[in-house]
């Protein structure tokens, strides 16, 4: 596609439940990251995918949280028995590894989660 | 590790003000830099970036000159417009293992007023 698509777009759950997350990043992007962004907050960083490298997981605040990355493509990020601290909007990002535009990222759209 | 660190928000300022951000930052090697932009309801964008030492970016009026001396990227609009209104975010960029990681600051909010 011509952007990064994320779905759904807003998801409501009842506290305990599990919620997936799908990012589709640009076509030919190496590069993908999760982020979490609160209300009136910055950017969390959650995740960091690159190529056939190890995911650094560095920012998963627990381990509800988990994501994978299928085929170098489409990104699932995983939360389990969601709790209502986890309320918030969850982006993806993608981009190139090498050439002028390396490291500059694109955004999805979010979605945005709410627990009650 | 590598850190973003730019001015707490909000900013309020009126129309046609004179508008600077502080970001600084500390790396191990030498990152790309970048402001972007998130508009109201809006997903975040990139305003400007720089790529190495004295490179000014510039976009929408807006400009930040990448000074490795002083470790700064500082965000700049000679006159500021209602519509400036968001947030921004300072970030850095540098090679990791295979590719480049992205770090942000914690966002500064911009409100200007008519």
């Known amino acids: 596609g011509a952007g990064v698509s994320q779905s759904p777009s807003n998801k409501v759950t009842e506290k305990g439940k599990d919620v997936e997350l799908r990012c589709d990043p640009i076509?030919?992007?190496?590069?993908l990251y999760w982020y979490r962004q609160s209300l009136g907050q910055g950017l969390e960083f959650l995740i960091y995918?690159?190529?056939?490298?190890?995911?650094?997981k560095s920012g998963l605040p627990s381990d509800r949280f988990s994501a994978e990355r299928t085929g170098g493509s489409v990104s699932t990020l995983t939360i389990q028995r969601t709790q209502q601290e986890d309320s918030a909007v969850y982006l993806c990002?993608?981009?190139?590894?090498?050439?002028?535009?390396?490291?500059?990222?694109?955004f999805g759209e979010g979605s945005r989660l709410t627990v009650l | 590790g590598n850190s973003v660190t730019q001015m707490e928000g909000p900013v309020t300022l009126s129309e046609e003000a004179f508008l600077t951000i502080n970001c600084t930052y500390t790396?191990?090697?030498?990152?790309?830099l970048f402001w972007y932009v998130q508009y109201p309801g809006e997903g975040l964008q990139l305003l400007l970036k720089?790529?190495?030492?004295?490179d000014k970016g510039s976009n929408k009026g807006f400009e930040a000159t990448y000074r490795k001396e002083t470790t700064s990227f500082h965000l700049e609009k000679g006159s500021v417009q209602v519509s400036d209104s968001a947030v921004y975010f300072c970030?850095?960029?540098?090679?990791?293992?295979?590719?480049?990681?992205?770090?942000f600051g914690a966002g500064t909010r911009l409100f200007v007023k008519a």
């Open positions: 990002a993608s981009s190139w590894s090498g050439g002028l535009g390396a490291g500059e990222l694109f």
């Open positions: 076509s030919g992007h190496t590069a």
């Open positions: 995918f690159q190529g056939n490298s190890a995911p650094d």
């Open positions: 790396a191990t090697g030498y990152p790309s």
């Open positions: 720089a790529t190495k030492a004295d």
């Open positions: 970030a850095l960029s540098e090679k990791d293992t295979g590719g480049f990681k992205t770090i």
